[in-house]
């Protein structure tokens, strides 16, 4: 399988936006990696909509793209698709910057995995981080907490609405790990 049936692969999964495409095409990306990108965007598109219906202010056009792109620099990187490693953050970044796209929006590529514990991070960036957790099955505590500040209402009752859109999320997970890794790290 290459590229291109990562980005097409399973229509229950939500396509990426058409710039994140063009880019993948255009750097030949290896199809691992646009099938992650995909995972985590699908994931990201399903958080967008739930926490935007819990009154949760954010750009969720940011939050898409972000996650479409987070790991863009593994282009540059790609032992990183197979090993944990953060040289492809600042390499995405500076890519999407040399591709035109606006620092607002490269910032994800360069943030993505430690963003969420500065002190003060957009709610974009938290909803990215929890993005790249939670398709995968992962709950991140600290994570979490950090998003359950921004839900309007009791603390309690925010906690129970998080877990609530979380938990089934994260029960994908088996089927997002199987679609990533039916795609190739290299072709050979």
């Known amino acids: ?4 049936e990562a980005l097409t692969d399973d229509d229950t999964i939500e396509p990426l936006p058409a710039l994140a495409v063009e880019l993948l095409h255009a750097l030949e990306a290896p199809p ?14 399903r958080l967008t909509e739930e926490l935007a219906g819990e009154a949760m202010s954010f750009d969720g056009a ?29 390499a995405g970044y500076e890519l999407l910057l040399s591709y035109g796209v606006p620092h607002e929006l490269a ?19 938290l909803v990215v ?8 099955g ?10 359950l500040e921004r839900l309007p209402g009791e ?8 877990d609530n859109i979380l938990g089934p999320i994260a029960g994908q997970a088996d089927r ?7 795609h190739p790290v290299r072709i050979v």
Do not use: C, N, Y
Request: charged share 25%; proline share 6%.
């Open 176 to 182: 997002l790990l199987a679609f990533q890794f039916r």
């Open 129 to 136: 981080s929890l993005a790249d957790k939670v398709w995968k």
């Open 62 to 90: 940011a939050v898409l793209f972000g996650a479409a792109t987070h790991d863009i620099g593994k282009v540059r990187h790609p032992e990183e698709l197979e090993q944990p490693g953060h040289l492809h953050e600042p």
């Open 138 to 147: 992962a709950r991140v505590t600290g994570l979490e907490q950090r998003v």
């Open 32 to 45: 691992r990696l646009a099938a992650h990108l995909r995972a985590v965007h699908h994931v990201a598109h």
């Open 155 to 162: 603390e309690w009752d925010a906690f129970l609405r998080l």
């Open 107 to 125: 910032r994800f590529a360069g943030s993505h995995g430690s963003s969420w514990l500065t002190p003060d991070p957009p709610t974009e960036d």
């Open 1 to 4: 399988m290459g590229l291109r």
